[in-house]
């Protein structure tokens, strides 16, 4: 548990010195960002100042304004024509009620990004996400149980060692009706926009 506090601490100490550069980098101000990001002022001081844990949503706005990746404001976007990233240095971005969690394995830096992640949700637990960029994609496989992922009010089922690919451009919900517990890898391939 101690090495989950640290690594948290961690990650919001990258964020909140990540998001300070980029903003004052880009000559916005607090007020103007928050305007463009629709992530309110205080959150923005509060992330700044290490004092808050943004949720995935916010990341993706902020990034997105600031034409960055989330990989870019969380410390592990590649660089180097090759770059480990080691398990402990993954972080843990969400984590569910009932012990699901989503896991950014690696991503590259800047506006045209490409991420990969790791999901868990346990049964009867979802993930909402509001809309991506227009022409985001992501690539989901499913390693363990069914997701059931809807976009726009539709319903896809996903069994195990299937895959699909997905415009994420609208708001969409990942989830585990199933009695057994749900583990899928993602791909995000989010365009300059």
Same mark, same amino acid.
């Given at each position: ?8 601490? *961690?990650? *919001? ?6 998001? #300070? ?7 916005? $101000?607090?007020? !103007? ?7 309110? #002022?205080?959150?923005?001081? !509060?992330?700044? /100042? +290490?004092?808050?844990?943004? *949720?995935?949503?916010?990341? +993706? ?15 592990? /976007? ?15 971005? %969400?984590?569910? !009620? ?18 990969? %992640?790791? %999901? ?12 991506? $960029? ?20 539709? !319903?896809?089922?996903? #069994? ?14 990942? /989830? ?16 300059? *926009?």
């Amino acid at each position: 548990m101690t090495d989950l506090v640290s690594q948290s601490s *961690s990650i *919001s100490g990258a964020i909140a010195l990540k998001l #300070k550069h980029y903003r004052k980098t880009q000559k916005y $101000s607090l007020d !103007e960002f928050s305007r463009m990001s629709g992530v309110s #002022k205080g959150m923005l001081v !509060e992330i700044e /100042a +290490c004092r808050a844990n943004p *949720s995935i949503a916010i990341l +993706c706005k902020v990034a997105n304004i600031l034409k960055i990746s989330v990989a870019d404001l969380v410390d592990v /976007a590649d660089t180097p024509k090759v770059y480990q990233i080691t398990a402990d240095t993954m972080p843990l971005l %969400w984590e569910g !009620e009932q012990g699901g969690s989503a896991r950014l394995l690696a991503g590259t830096p800047g506006p045209d990004m490409l991420e990969l %992640w790791q %999901w868990q949700l346990s049964p009867n637990e979802y993930y909402n996400s509001p809309a991506h $960029s227009a022409g985001t994609k992501e690539l989901i496989y499913v390693q363990q149980g069914t997701l059931t992922l809807t976009i726009d009010e539709q !319903e896809y089922l996903i #069994k195990r060692g299937n895959a699909v690919v997905a415009n994420t451009d609208h708001t969409h919900r990942y /989830a585990n009706q199933h009695g057994e517990a749900l583990i899928f890898t993602m791909a995000v391939h989010e365009p300059n *926009s």
